[in-house]
């Protein structure tokens, strides 16, 4: 019986070992920023957009190392197709930290939120939108 349910998990995993991957990796670079946010806001009294910037920064360097090593498992040995993968990579990270930054202010500054609360949820936006940037335009399979 249980080895059954282990090949089943296993069987289910291999099928969909990219977006598990994905879940797990994310659910750690989710983890590290908000701690890192909670450690500048709370511990070293940052300000809440500066200290939502910083984890940004750190939490997109683990990002980019574990989604092409462990999640999309890029090939590209080249340095011009790495660097295009990189700047891609930062580049989409940037636009889904702008997204996050004003879902921040407008959940904080102007609804008057909580800003773990709207940290959680425009976490929750952006690893939605960093995997479709990242399936469908940074580590696509090239024909």
């Known amino acids: 019986m249980i080895k059954r349910i282990w090949d089943w998990g296993w069987d289910l995993y291999r099928k969909h070992k990219e977006g598990f991957n994905y879940l797990i990796f994310g659910f750690l670079a989710f983890v590290l920023n908000y701690v890192l946010y909670w450690v500048f806001e709370s511990l070293l009294h940052i300000h809440y ?3 939502t910037v910083l984890s940004w920064v750190l939490t997109t360097a683990f990002a980019y190392w574990t989604n092409r090593t462990f999640v999309f498992q ?5 340095f011009r197709m790495i660097w295009k993968e990189l700047v891609s990579f930062f580049s989409a990270r940037v636009a889904t930290e702008v997204l996050e930054l004003a879902l921040m202010y407008l959940m904080v500054d102007c ?7 709207a940290k959680l949820i425009g976490q929750t936006l952006v690893i939605l939108a960093n995997y479709v940037l990242s399936k469908l335009w940074i580590f696509k399979e090239k024909k």
């Open 49 to 51: 957009m500066a200290a």
């Open 74 to 78: 890029s090939r590209n040995k080249d």
């Open 111 to 117: 609804l008057h939120g909580n800003e773990y609360v």
